[in-house]
């Protein structure tokens, strides 16, 4: 079946640092790909739609300019969290529905800001 | 998108049938019910989806009342490993389309 793969599946940063989170379709191509974010107890939340080619699109609340969205291939979207502080502590989730199939989801990203 | 309610959690002894229950009075002609689950600490995974018939595959059965407005997924034979929260989405079919989680419910296996 298709193969969504998301890098890191860990990863700790110092506060005022940016990190970089890579989403990849790996048999299929993709030109719309989403961003969710899961706090703790919480379900997920979807943060923004990233187009490929075009600007992300980004749910209400969600800062664009914190959460950038790059979109550059059909295989690749990326979600750069910049200056990043300990309230962006969570687990970050890509997903990538396949032409006429049903969404696969990335292993997720376990974000902790120290 | 249409609302979902589903309780938050259900206990059910490995080996036995799980039966999970939704409510979506308010979905809509061309949504569908899709199901999915999360295993702590992973990506959601898709399980089955359905439009009024019922529906079975490798995982489970997705069972739909005939006015459509709740849906209970099976679980035949639970295993320890299908511990996870399971999240029922209306939703429409095909790619492209954001999905929009509720609460869902946490499932417990036990031995």
């Known amino acids: 079946g298709a193969v969504v793969s998301q890098h890191p599946s860990r990863v700790i940063c110092k506060s005022g640092t940016s990190v970089k989170i890579e989403c990849r379709s790996l048999?299929?191509?993709?030109?719309?790909m989403f961003w969710y974010r899961q706090f703790p107890k919480k379900s997920l939340m979807l943060m923004a739609t990233s187009n490929e080619g075009s600007k992300a699109t980004y749910e209400q609340g969600v800062e664009k300019d914190k959460f950038l969205i790059n979109h550059a291939s059909l295989t690749l979207s990326t979600l750069t969290v910049t200056s990043a502080h300990p309230e962006d502590s969570s687990f970050y989730i890509c997903s990538a529905p396949p032409p006429g199939f049903e969404a696969f989801f990335g292993q997720g990203t376990r974000l902790t800001v120290v | 998108d249409a609302k979902t309610t589903q309780p938050p959690s259900m206990d059910c002894a490995e080996g036995r049938a799980a039966n999970l229950p939704c409510n979506h009075s308010?979905?809509?002609?061309?949504?569908?019910v899709y199901w999915y689950r999360q295993i702590h600490s992973q990506g959601p995974q898709y399980i089955i989806h359905?439009?009024?018939n019922n529906e079975t595959n490798e995982m489970a059965s997705l069972i739909i009342t005939e006015d459509r407005k709740s849906s209970t997924l099976i679980l035949p034979h639970a295993t320890l490993r299908d511990t996870a929260v399971y999240y029922c989405?209306?939703?429409?079919?095909?790619?492209?389309?954001?999905?929009?989680f509720g609460t869902g419910t946490q499932l417990k296996v036990e031995l």
């Open positions: 308010t979905i809509s002609g061309n949504e569908y």
């Open positions: 359905g439009l009024k």
């Open positions: 048999d299929f191509q993709a030109t719309t």
């Open positions: 989405i209306p939703h429409v079919a095909g790619g492209g389309n954001k999905l929009t």
